[in-house]
């Protein structure tokens, strides 16, 4: 009989294989899909190539020029030409620098076949594809972590490979090395290696600026750990050690609280100091611009460094944020800026996701009421559930999925929130299949996910075409729900439904210039 270790390999191995064969089918979709439909004119950043087309970039544009769509063209703009623009560090730079880095030394046998861009656009399609793969493999793992449940973990990953957010987590965006970072960081975290973790979390914050936000699971899990270690103290010990102790605890806590939201803003903080030296303390008035991007410049009202411009008024604040001023004035984020009629078709698009997160926060908070109360760190609020989504575990991550839920509808465009929950928190991954296991009666079956049984209906149905296909299918529970779409529930095929229909239609959408989240 497999032991818990060997389980754990061959789901691994399932998980790896569907997210391989989902971002193969993603490539493929976007290529045949930008290829049929004819692009959106849309008013978009689109700076001029400046390099000549060589023999294989026409090739790779019509394979992978739909992962250059929107926002992806600034990350591949600034690989490509560094920061030029004012705009451009609206953009964090790990993801453009590990593409220039791919481009230069992986790909670097190509340089006289394809353009740097073309290199790029390969290095999207490579490098976002890897990423995504061991972000899954990173989520099952912190998934059996926190949840205990193998089933529920399994199941979660799997929708996971059919996320809403596909389009974003193929294309040239961070999101997938985000995810990726965020995921690892927090299984490492769930392990006690708190160092790694922060490590981590600090290159998620050079990938994305919501990075700063895991933080929270760095402070709330060392504080836990640090009361949970005084509380065996309390019996048998006089008051003044016991509050001795409660003082260190604190002591060590607060010293390495600050060491570990410095280590995890630092990315953030050089950005922006590199961000003010280049605006405000401009060394050059061209930077060897080429003449197309000044044009562009000129044209469209975009600041280039300048020494003989007048200074930036941003660079008078107190707190200099470059990243703050862009928001403001490039892209109009701001508290309820959003909450106009001309955006009700955003809202709608945001909807499914915004449930997902509301569920998740309120099945939780009314399954635990006393131990959330309590934050869950208080003896008098801890409840008995240690398997499945109620489990204390998870309070963290519900409240770090709440928060971003919020600051996203009221401080941001609501469209991108389904990329923002969908590349940050478990949680939307957790509660669909908490929701599919406790309302698909196919799921009950136990056989699906015992993997003696599995193999024992291989060996028997082999020889039948039919039977094979039936094991195939009961493989993978996800496939097998599709298989069966009929006989599913109304919960499953809501659940599935949202997910496969934003999976397609991101990539039919977003590869041609159409407005999607």
């Known amino acids: 009989m497999p032991t818990s270790h060997h389980r754990t390999d061959r789901d691994v191995w399932t998980v790896a294989r569907f997210a391989t064969l989902t971002r193969l089918l993603s490539l493929f979709l976007q290529a045949v899909l930008n290829a049929v439909v004819p692009d959106h004119k849309a008013d978009a950043f689109n700076p001029p190539r400046t390099e000549a087309p060589l023999l294989l970039d026409p090739t790779i544009e019509t394979l992978f020029g739909g992962l250059s769509r929107w926002d992806a063209e600034h990350f591949l703009f600034i690989a490509e030409r560094g920061y ?29 076949l394809l353009s740097m861009h073309g290199r790029l656009l390969v290095a999207v399609a490579i490098g ?23 089933k529920l973990a399994l199941i979660a990953v799997l929708t996971y490979c059919f996320t809403p957010a596909n389009v974003f987590m193929v294309a040239g965006y961070s999101e997938t090395l985000f995810a990726c970072l965020t995921f690892e960081g927090l299984c490492l975290l769930e392990k006690g290696f708190t160092f790694g973790s ?3 979390f600090g290159f998620a914050t050079g990938a994305r600026a919501n990075g700063l936000v ?27 050690s016991r509050w001795g102790h409660y003082a260190l605890a604190l002591t060590r806590f607060l010293l390495t609280g600050v060491f ?57 604040w107190r707190v200099p944020l470059l990243y703050s001023y862009i928001q403001d004035v490039y892209w109009d ?43 869950g760190l208080g003896d008098k609020g801890k409840h008995t559930k240690t398997r499945g989504f109620y489990n204390q575990r998870v309070f963290v991550y519900v409240v770090h999925s709440s928060v971003l839920l919020l600051f996203g509808v009221f401080c941001m465009h609501v469209q991108v929130l389904t990329r923002f ?11 669909g299949s908490h929701l599919l296991c406790q309302y698909e009666p196919l799921l009950q079956d136990e056989n ?66 159409f407005p999607w989240t």
């Open 198 to 200: 922060c490590l981590l």
């Open 128 to 150: 976002n594809s890897v990423l995504f793969v061991l972000s899954a493999v990173a989520l099952y793992k912190l998934s059996r972590l926190v949840l205990q449940d193998r």
């Open 421 to 431: 929950l969908a590349s940050s928190s478990p949680v939307i991954f957790w509660i």
């Open 260 to 316: 570990y939201s410095a280590a995890i803003a630092l990315p953030f903080c050089l950005f922006q100091f590199y961000g003010y030296q280049t605006f405000c303390h401009p060394t050059s008035t061209d930077r060897q611009v080429p003449p197309l991007l000044l044009n562009l410049a000129q044209e469209k009202g975009y600041r280039v460094p300048d020494a003989l411009s007048p200074t930036p008024i941003w660079c008078q």
């Open 333 to 375: 984020v701001g508290f309820l800026r959003y909450f106009n009629l001309k955006q009700i078709p955003n809202f709608i698009l945001a909807v499914p996701i915004a449930t997902l997160g509301l569920v998740a926060s309120y099945t939780y908070i009314m399954a635990a009421p006393l131990f959330c109360m309590y934050l």
């Open 214 to 240: 895991n933080g929270g699971f760095l402070l709330y899990l060392t504080l836990q750990r640090r009361l949970a270690h005084t509380r065996p103290l309390r019996k048998g010990a006089i008051e003044s």
């Open 448 to 513: 699906l996910f015992n993997p003696d049984q599995r193999q024992q209906q291989k060996d028997h149905f082999k020889s039948t075409d039919k039977s094979a296909k039936d094991w195939m299918c009961r493989n993978n529970p996800i496939i097998y729900l599709l298989m069966h779409w009929r006989s599913c529930s109304f919960y499953t095929r809501c659940i599935l439904g949202y997910f496969i229909s934003y999976w397609f239609l991101g990539l039919a959408l977003h590869c041609n210039f």
């Open 84 to 112: 030029l623009y004012e705009h451009n560090f609206a953009f964090f730079p790990l993801f453009p620098v590990l593409l220039r880095i791919f481009a230069d030394i992986v790909l670097w046998g190509l340089s006289g």
